[in-house]
């Protein structure tokens, strides 16, 4: 059974940092891209990161760029997103979520990390 379950997460001061991670089972995490996608309240999804098999191709939303850092590592299975100097636009339900082999849309997703940023 495929599996993706998100950690970290909380509230958080303007201007700090958290970190989430993301532990994967059931396939071979180091055959698929992954993606960390936020909801924030009464707004649609959007994709904050993504980062392929390897780790050697990444992409970022323009709002985190130079913020956020998405990492893996493959001998753990695991996904993370190192988020710095956040800010309360930030504040959102963090999902991680596999592609699909297509790449064409994400077929599994993680419960979703919550993040608030507030003083």
């Known amino acids: 059974e495929v599996q993706l379950q998100a950690f970290g997460g909380g509230l958080v001061q303007p201007g700090g940092a958290v970190r989430l991670s993301c532990a994967a089972s059931?396939?071979?995490?180091?055959?698929?891209?992954v993606a960390w996608v936020r909801q924030a309240p009464g707004k649609g999804p959007e994709r904050v990161s993504r980062?392929?098999?390897?780790?050697?191709?990444?992409n970022y939303l323009d709002s985190v760029k130079g913020r956020f850092t998405i990492s893996r590592d493959n001998a753990k299975n695991t996904l993370y997103l190192q988020m710095n100097s956040l800010k309360p636009e930030d504040t959102a339900v963090y999902y991680c979520?596999?592609?699909?082999?297509?790449?064409?849309?994400?077929?599994?997703w993680g419960q979703g990390a919550e993040v608030t940023v507030s003083s």
């Open positions: 059931g396939f071979t995490f180091s055959d698929y891209a």
């Open positions: 980062i392929n098999n390897r780790g050697g191709r990444i």
């Open positions: 979520a596999r592609e699909a082999e297509d790449n064409s849309y994400y077929d599994y």
